[in-house]
């Protein structure tokens, strides 16, 4: 399959999902995520902020927090073609609707800081394969931060278990991600 037959299979089947489906799949996701080591150890993470037909990810951000973990979050700078970070203090503040209908802090409560701070990436996708390919949205700004981050920042997707498919067309440019979780699985790319 195409990527783009992919992209419209993969929306379409999300978009067929009932609200508490994505939010029961969603805590179980978050369950295994909160299990993992790399999660334990991890004191800087970035995660995006989740549309509706995503995994979600507020109960994440507040359960970091609590924690104790600094968390970011990306925000798109498209005159540069690239994601920047932003740290998130709570999810009690202003946030706008950004690039792509996405969820961003409001730019008052913006707090820049540099990707290398990041040392676990929780990412989002349409489709994964096992051997770790992600295909997103087609923009590339996951597969550019990925490539500025240090070599020690651990790359990690979230998924529903339909998502993971048995290949992923991966072009040159395209990143890979080390682990993905599934309210099913967790995989060990």
């Known amino acids: 399959m195409s990527k783009t037959s992919i992209r419209k299979e993969m929306s379409r089947v999300r978009?067929?999902?009932s609200p508490d489906e994505?939010?029961?799949k969603s805590r179980m996701i978050a369950d295994r995520l909160f299990?993992?080591?790399v999660f334990q150890e991890s004191g800087d993470i970035l995660t995006y902020l989740s549309l509706p037909q995503e995994v979600q990810t507020d109960g994440i951000v507040e359960r970091a927090?609590?924690?104790g973990k600094n968390v970011y979050v990306p925000l798109v700078d498209r005159s540069e073609k690239r994601l920047l970070v932003t740290r998130l203090k709570g999810?009690?503040?202003g946030f706008v609707e950004g690039d792509y209908g996405v969820r961003v802090p409001a730019e008052k409560h913006w707090d820049i800081v540099p990707s290398s701070m990041v040392d676990l990436v929780v990412c989002p996708g349409l489709a994964f394969d096992?051997?770790?390919g992600r295909l997103g949205f087609g923009g590339g700004y996951f597969d550019r931060l990925f490539r500025e981050l240090p070599g020690?920042?651990?790359r990690l997707g979230l998924a529903f278990q339909f998502q993971i498919l048995e290949r992923v067309p991966m072009e040159e440019g395209d990143e890979f991600v080390q682990k993905i979780i599934t309210e099913e699985v967790t995989i060990h790319c």
Do not use: N, Q, T
């Open 15 to 17: 978009r067929g999902m």
């Open 65 to 67: 927090l609590v924690l």
């Open 130 to 132: 096992k051997r770790g």
């Open 152 to 154: 020690r920042a651990f």
């Open 35 to 37: 299990a993992l080591d």
């Open 91 to 93: 999810l009690d503040i």
């Open 22 to 24: 994505v939010v029961g």
